[in-house]
């Protein structure tokens, strides 16, 4: 018989972080699957095209034209299999419901390709030119098993998930999405408490864990990938969704309410991806699907130019450092990352080694006897920040983002998560070497409880407004900041 799962402990949130930090697992995107499948297919079509055009003419006179006329062949193609829904995620997996479409899909494209053919002054044959429609057929009927045994194998193996959440007594959910179409899936835990009626049946307690409240969900965010939430509440009110989706706030999830729904909540459009089944999106990552790759790429390139350019500029920080004062060049600091995660960034240090405050309890202000000549002016460019491009290749931080605040640190005598109600929220995305804020002004020390504000206030502008010329503006402002020198102390 199965044992009843326990409540989540300290010591199994922590033993679950180091599992899931240890696991190559990567976040499964359906977008980009759907996309990566429709690139691939435009790749086959074009070797296909190539392979029997020699095959059935050898290249004669017009070798090179027939050569192009794989092109119009496969726009057609890809057109028509968009035109079928074959790009969206419920006709990709299983692929045995998509064959008669890609069937109709390569036979209508036949017209426009012959057309596109003539159109580029090829006089090939119709017959012959049909004769590569089952040829296509088999090919991309062959390429869809493939790619679904390829994601079957990899979310089998751990190496794609999708980490979910259930909150509420709904074990029909449970089953679900643990079912056989949906193998990348993996329930981290069930929050069956928080003033909830009813119990969670048929909970297979392997890799999942009780939680009895939304705050311990939040606490396993700190600890673990959480990439979905599931509400099944059994009776759902607009105000009671409306107060979980305020707790829910503060991490970078998305957020589907199952059936059934009540009239009158704050319902986005149906969950795409392959989770509109399960149920209304009502809030989504800040970076989901290609936003978050673009802003991957974005953060990685930038960063190995940055650190390939910037190495002369280290050489001499470094030996200017060493030649201010004794001590390290490099220290770490303790701040606050992604949903709250304790992150260790790098930093040149400014400070007398002696008087070094490694937990920022006291922070630096203007004139401060701690700062070193050196450091004083490593301050005001901004270069004290730069190692922060290694805490960027290593996935801690972004280029562009929030900057990471110390644990400790305190505006009006309060913690900052005490002192602005919204604090939290700015922790949805990873933190970043410069932000918003930086480039506006809000730099150095907080300014007290409004200074605060004012700074959370622009995160969150980043936060939702996010966008790849958006984070060019920042770093193109950041540079005339750094060259202007008035940064902080």
């Given at each position: 018989m199965?044992s009843?799962?326990t ?8 033993s ?13 995107l359906?977008?980009v699957?759907t996309a990566s ?8 079509i074009?070797?296909?095209?190539a ?9 004669g006179?017009?070798?090179l034209?027939y050569?192009?006329a794989?092109?119009?062949i ?5 057109a028509?299999f968009a035109?079928?829904?074959?790009y969206?995620?419920?006709t990709?997996?299983p692929p045995?419901?998509?064959l008669p479409?890609?069937?109709a899909?390569?036979c209508?494209?036949l ?5 596109g ?7 090939y044959?119709?017959l012959r030119c049909?004769?590569?429609v089952p ?12 790619v679904?045994?390829?994601?079957n194998s990899?979310a089998r193996?751990g190496?794609i998930t999708?980490?979910?959440?259930i909150v509420?007594p ?10 056989p179409?949906?193998p ?9 408490g928080d003033?909830?009626p009813?119990t969670?049946?048929g909970l297979?307690t392997q890799g999942?864990?009780?939680l009895?409240?939304?705050?311990e969900l939040?606490e ?7 990439d979905?939430?599931f509400l ?8 009671r969704v409306?107060e979980l989706?305020e ?5 970078a999830v998305?957020?589907y309410?199952s059936?059934g729904?009540?009239?009158g909540?704050p319902c ?8 509109a089944?399960?149920g209304a999106r009502?809030a989504?990552k800040?970076?989901d699907?290609?936003?978050g790759v673009?802003?991957l790429?974005?953060?990685k390139?930038?960063?190995?130019l940055a ?11 470094a030996l200017?450092i060493r030649?201010?004062?004794?001590g390290?060049?490099l ?7 992604l ?6 960034i790098?930093k ?6 002696d008087?070094r405050?490694d937990d920022a ?7 401060d006897?701690r ?10 460019t901004?270069i ?6 290694l ?6 931080m972004s ?6 605040h ?5 505006a ?5 998560g005490?002192a ?5 929220e700015r922790?949805?995305i990873k933190p ?5 804020a930086?480039v506006?002004g809000?730099?150095?020390?907080a ?8 700074r ?5 502008h ?10 060019i503006?920042?770093?193109?402002r950041?540079?005339r900041v750094m060259l202007?020198g008035?940064?902080?102390c």
């Amino acid at each position: 018989m199965t044992s009843a799962p326990t409540r989540l402990q300290t010591d199994d949130l922590l033993s679950l972080g180091r599992l899931r930090k240890a696991s190559p697992s990567v976040e499964y995107l359906p977008a980009v699957a759907t996309a990566s499948v429709a690139a691939v297919e435009a790749l086959t079509i074009l070797l296909g095209c190539a392979v029997y055009f020699s095959a059935t003419d050898a290249y004669g006179a017009h070798g090179l034209r027939y050569l192009w006329a794989a092109v119009p062949i496969a726009a057609a193609i890809e057109a028509a299999f968009a035109c079928l829904g074959l790009y969206r995620f419920n006709t990709l997996i299983p692929p045995s419901g998509s064959l008669p479409r890609i069937a109709a899909g390569s036979c209508l494209s036949l017209p426009i390709s012959y057309i596109g053919m003539r159109f580029l002054l090829m006089p090939y044959p119709l017959l012959r030119c049909c004769g590569i429609v089952p040829a296509m057929i088999a090919a991309l009927s062959a390429e869809r098993w493939i790619v679904d045994a390829a994601i079957n194998s990899l979310a089998r193996h751990g190496w794609i998930t999708r980490n979910a959440v259930i909150v509420g007594p709904q074990s029909g959910l449970l089953r679900a999405l643990r079912g056989p179409l949906r193998p990348w899936t993996r329930i981290l835990g069930i929050v069956a408490g928080d003033g909830e009626p009813g119990t969670v049946t048929g909970l297979v307690t392997q890799g999942c864990s009780r939680l009895e409240t939304i705050d311990e969900l939040i606490e396993l965010a700190r600890h673990a990938r959480i990439d979905d939430v599931f509400l099944t509440l059994p009776e759902p009110s607009g105000e009671r969704v409306c107060e979980l989706l305020e707790k829910l706030r503060v991490l970078a999830v998305n957020v589907y309410l199952s059936p059934g729904l009540s009239p009158g909540l704050p319902c986005g459009p149906a969950a795409a991806g392959g989770d509109a089944c399960f149920g209304a999106r009502l809030a989504s990552k800040p970076l989901d699907g290609w936003r978050g790759v673009a802003k991957l790429a974005e953060d990685k390139i930038v960063a190995i130019l940055a650190v390939v350019l910037l190495l002369p500029v280290f050489g001499l920080v470094a030996l200017a450092i060493r030649l201010d004062s004794t001590g390290p060049v490099l220290f770490r600091q303790k701040r606050i990352g992604l949903h709250n995660q304790l992150i260790e960034i790098y930093k040149f240090r400014t400070m007398f080694d002696d008087q070094r405050d490694d937990d920022a309890e006291r922070l630096a202000t203007k004139g401060d006897p701690r700062v070193t000549p050196v450091g004083r002016f490593l301050r005001q460019t901004g270069i004290d920040e730069l190692p922060q491009f290694l805490n960027v290749l290593e996935g801690d931080m972004s280029v562009v983002g929030p900057r990471p605040h110390a644990v400790k640190a305190k505006a009006g005598g309060k913690l900052y998560g005490q002192a602005v109600a919204r604090y939290a929220e700015r922790h949805r995305i990873k933190p970043g070497i410069t932000g918003w804020a930086q480039v506006n002004g809000w730099r150095g020390d907080a300014d007290g409880e409004e200074g605060l504000r004012r700074r959370v206030e622009f995160d969150i502008h980043y936060v939702e407004n996010w966008s790849i010329l958006f984070d060019i503006r920042i770093m193109l402002r950041t540079v005339r900041v750094m060259l202007s020198g008035s940064g902080a102390c």
